[in-house]
């Protein structure tokens, strides 16, 4: 699995993060838009459709911005927990690369 989209590095910023992926691929994204994307069998239902997924991001949107604590999950994910109501969720490095390449600014 080790491939252009390993995660080669994150920088934790107050309000986003700094993605590098191993083909030099670099993305500013805000935790936010990571959260908005979580895959745990919390948020993940909340995506199901364009409507949950807008009403899910005004959700967010009005948290109170966290930097979260991030922990590596074996070769392949990070786990972000957030205390304001997320923290099993796994996001594996090729879904953080989805994201980045969605909702990131591109360095
Ligand atoms: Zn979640």
Not at 43 to 52: D, I, L, M, S
Not at 61 to 78: N, S, T
Request: glycine content about 8%.
């Amino acid at each position: 699995m080790e491939g252009r989209e390993s995660l080669t590095d994150l920088e934790r910023g107050d309000e986003d993060c700094v993605l590098r992926f191993a083909d030099g691929a670099a993305f500013t994204v805000s935790y936010l838009a990571i959260r908005c994307r979580c895959q745990c069998a919390k948020c993940k239902p909340r995506q199901e459709n364009e409507q949950r997924l807008l009403e899910f991001e005004e959700e967010v949107a009005r948290l109170r911005v966290e930097k979260p604590k991030a922990e590596p999950v074996g070769h392949y994910g990070i786990i972000f927990d957030w205390r304001t109501g997320c923290s099993s969720g796994i996001h594996s490095f090729s879904h953080l690369r989805r994201v980045a390449e969605e909702l990131g600014i591109s360095l």
